[in-house]
């Protein structure tokens, strides 16, 4: 069955997003301080990866079948203008199905029944795939639903402050993972892989 | 002069203690969970550390010459005992020194007029060694303002959910740094060093 992965870039206190969406210029720096291209399904956005992070990068890309995100990151990049950058099918958690969108589209599924829900159909969709769960609320939630088998951290220098934690809204807590399994160190970003213990 | 280093064991979510004190099994497990003894000025306090922690360790306790602690910290431990047990001199930052204390005393110095003038007598005792400041509280002042030079963080695979933040107080939010400098992976254990954009 495909494995869940709950990933994002983070900041050293734990944050995926600063105050009011701030950040991002610093979290996402390391997709552009490199020198291989990657390309992706929108014509403006291209990636330029030190080889180090190409190769976690695409390791991760080929190996994803589906993703699974909140709402209210659909919200705030208007459903990435029609499909997810990465080009995997991607399951919304919702709600209610938004206006003028399919609920079972090409690109996304939006799934209302809660956050198991949203994971089987994601599991569905990814077949012997990754499912990768964004950080952030959905992820918090999934993690306590016992539904993530790994955690992937990409941890970047800089000190948010507030906003929004990787780990949000975790009644589970205090939560042990097993490693880091895997180290890899890009310029300005530290991949790391962790096992979530059952 | 001395550099003056920001250092502590962290949770993934950026904590250096859980809810209560609560959380130091969790943050101090790697230093048991190796094979290599490293004692300690207290008797009953010895460390186990794997090959590449017990490296780690043992440069950072050779290059340190003063510690700076803030009072929370030497009340929760009731001052060690006497010494602090890396038998290195600590200066505490606090606004009146405890009774029974002396005030420039062989193993702990008092300051009690604030970051600035902890951070100048740590400097003064470290000579050519590095301060270490415990992070928290009294490091985030020290980062505020501009008195460290890098910032040393053990990253621990725990989620403590809340607690104290690493960069607690920080009001200068975001703030870049460079690097790491230096990775090394221990066992459940993560050194990672950067420097700090002045």
Redesign the interface.
């Given at each position: 069955m495909a494995k869940v992965i709950l990933g994002a870039s983070m900041?050293?206190?734990?944050y995926v997003s600063?105050p009011e969406e701030?950040?991002f210029d610093?979290l996402f720096q390391w997709y552009e301080n490199g020198d291989v291209t990657i390309e992706t399904r929108h014509p403006t956005l291209t990636f330029k990866l030190t080889e180090t992070s190409a190769a976690h990068f695409r390791s991760m890309l080929d190996n994803t079948g589906a993703l699974l995100v909140g709402r209210r990151l659909f919200d705030i990049t208007d459903g990435w203008g029609g499909e997810h950058p990465l080009g995997v099918r991607t399951v919304v958690l919702t709600h209610k199905v938004p206006d003028g969108w399919e609920q079972d589209g090409e690109h996304f599924v939006f799934v209302t029944e809660g956050i198991e829900a949203a994971v089987a159909k994601a599991r569905e969709i990814a077949g012997e795939k990754l499912v990768g769960v964004s950080a952030g609320i959905t992820g918090g939630q999934a993690l306590d639903a016992g539904l993530v088998d790994e955690?992937w951290?990409d941890?970047v220098?800089?000190?948010?402050?507030?906003g929004v934690?990787?780990?949000a809204s975790?009644a589970g807590?205090?939560?042990?993972?097993?490693?880091?399994i895997s180290?890899e160190?890009g310029n300005?970003v530290?991949h790391?892989k962790?096992r979530v213990v059952r």
């Open positions: 900041s050293l206190d734990g600063g701030s950040g610093k955690v951290i941890l220098p800089v000190v948010l402050g507030a934690p990787f780990f975790l807590a205090p939560v042990s993972l097993e490693g880091p180290t160190q300005a530290t790391l962790y």
